[in-house]
């Protein structure tokens, strides 16, 4: 069956870094665009990043331009979210979601598979 595994997550200073990954099993992963969202408690889901299928497109939300860069390796199964100069308000849970339509999307709805999402904390 398909899977979405992100990993990456923590606990970190504000101005520190993490890379998210994504690893993908059960799936053409080449042929997928795959985005990152996500949740603040009490919070809508939010849209982070996504990048096509051949990792020529990519978008950004505005809150993350400049701070934060998707990049994937289609040999390893991978999509990897690079997240620079970190802030508070960027906690939240973190997940990757795998559209087979190929293009980058903002909207959640699109995405036809799901992980389970990783712990993001940047304290103050």
């Known amino acids: 069956q398909v899977q979405l595994v992100e990993s990456g997550g923590g606990l970190v200073q504000a101005g520190g870094s993490l890379r998210l990954s994504c690893a993908a099993s059960?799936?053409?992963?080449?042929?997928?665009?795959v985005g990152w969202f996500r949740q603040a408690p009490g919070k809508e889901r939010e849209f982070v990043a996504a990048i096509s299928w051949s990792g020529g497109s990519i978008d950004y939300a505005d809150s993350v331009k400049g701070r934060f860069t998707i990049s994937r390796d289609n040999a390893k199964n991978t999509v990897y979210l690079q997240m620079n100069s970190l802030k508070p308000e960027d906690t939240a849970v973190y997940s990757c979601?795998?559209?087979?339509?190929?293009?980058?999307?903002?909207?959640?709805?699109?995405?036809?598979?799901w992980g389970q999402g990783t712990q993001v904390t940047v304290s103050s």
């Open positions: 059960g799936l053409t992963f080449s042929t997928y665009a």
């Open positions: 979601a795998a559209d087979l339509a190929g293009i980058p999307n903002s909207s959640p709805g699109e995405y036809d598979y």
